[in-house]
């Protein structure tokens, strides 16, 4: 009896392992496809920069930017070419949480690179952003 017990106990505690180390692998396969992905926090009537340091090769791009937040916000996307900043989108969001921005990053040459900015108006909270490169097929 006491020998059945603690086979059924090393059963469970087996499978719970197992089950949590499945649980870590998924969450470690989860951001695989993604180039970049950054959570970043903006301080209440700040800006932030990212800079993205693109492959060095022809590609077209996607970038998302997914916030809960309060808003105002304020989603820009810059491409930089030799040293030269040149606004790809811009788009401000006055929604109350569930903002999101999608806009496409082409770089025919392979010699650009990305940066993202996010401003966030308002003045009571700060706002936790995603940031999401991922390169399209």
């Given at each position: 009896m006491i020998?059945?017990?603690?086979q059924?106990?090393?059963?469970?505690?087996?499978?719970?392992?197992?089950?949590?180390?499945t649980?870590?692998?998924?969450?470690?396969?989860?951001h695989?496809?993604?180039?970049?992905y950054?959570?970043?926090?903006?301080?209440?009537?700040?800006?932030?920069?990212?800079?993205f340091?693109?492959?060095d090769?022809p590609g077209h791009?996607?970038?998302t930017?997914v916030?809960?937040?309060?808003?105002p916000?304020t989603?820009?996307?810059i491409?930089v070419?030799d040293?030269?900043?040149?606004?790809?989108s811009?788009?401000?969001?006055?929604?109350?949480?569930?903002?999101?921005?999608?806009?496409?990053?082409?770089?025919?040459?392979?010699?650009?690179?990305?940066?993202?900015?996010?401003?966030?108006?308002?003045p009571?909270?700060?706002?936790?952003?995603?940031?999401?490169?991922?390169?399209?097929?």
């Amino acid at each position: 009896m006491i020998m059945r017990r603690l086979q059924l106990n090393c059963f469970s505690l087996l499978m719970l392992a197992m089950l949590s180390w499945t649980t870590v692998a998924q969450a470690d396969d989860s951001h695989q496809d993604y180039l970049y992905y950054r959570d970043v926090n903006v301080p209440p009537f700040q800006k932030l920069h990212e800079f993205f340091d693109m492959p060095d090769r022809p590609g077209h791009y996607e970038v998302t930017m997914v916030s809960d937040s309060l808003g105002p916000l304020t989603f820009h996307v810059i491409r930089v070419r030799d040293e030269k900043e040149q606004t790809v989108s811009l788009r401000r969001s006055y929604r109350i949480g569930n903002h999101e921005f999608h806009a496409q990053f082409d770089n025919p040459t392979g010699t650009d690179d990305l940066i993202v900015e996010v401003a966030n108006s308002n003045p009571a909270a700060a706002a936790k952003v995603s940031v999401v490169v991922v390169e399209l097929p």
